[in-house]
């Protein structure tokens, strides 16, 4: 049941910001580039002026998912909860589902820092039938860098299944 005094609970799903190409690194260290860099600060200006302040981060462990949440936390203002994990690097919809069923019920808005094509599908998979069909179809053709979606549960974090969320909106900010 929906705690109507506190709303409903937020999921944001963000891919990382561009990254530079992999050249002579290996994928897990590849940094942002320039271009990654400005779209990171307006991933964190754009939720700074919507009100949205995450209360609790998942980041995957890669060096570009890292560069993205620091430079998305300096624009926002805010210091959440960070909480880096190994597990969302490789991970796919069912793992980052389960990751997500651990965050405390008190926690009202998740930030998760991850790849593609994972948080598209993750998106589309937790979307139900009120989801914001322009948002479902954009999810369905993946996410681009920097760019983020919105989703809204009335259920506890435990019991977030798919179909149990609404997809609110994508950003893919300036």
Do not use: F, N
Request: hydrophobic content about 45%.
């Amino acid at each position: 049941m929906e705690d109507l005094i506190a709303g409903p609970r937020r999921l944001l799903l963000l891919r990382h910001a561009k990254d530079e190409h992999a050249g002579e690194i290996t994928d897990h260290l590849r940094p942002l580039s320039l271009v990654g860099r400005r779209q990171a600060a307006a991933v964190g200006a754009t939720l700074r002026a919507a009100g949205v302040i995450p209360e609790l981060v998942l980041c995957s462990s890669s060096v570009r998912t890292h560069q993205t949440w620091d430079l998305v936390r300096s624009a926002l203002g805010a210091e959440p909860t960070l909480e880096i994990s190994d597990a969302l690097y490789t991970a796919r919809v069912r793992a980052l589902l389960d990751l997500v069923r651990t965050v405390p019920a008190d926690i009202r808005t998740v930030l998760v820092v991850g790849h593609e094509p994972t948080v598209s599908e993750a998106a589309a998979t937790l979307a139900g039938p009120d989801s914001d069909e322009p948002s479902l179809a954009r999810v369905r053709l993946g996410m681009p860098t920097g760019s983020y979606s919105v989703l809204e549960t009335g259920v506890a974090w435990s019991q977030l299944e798919p179909d149990g969320a609404r997809l609110v909106r994508v950003v893919t900010p300036g």
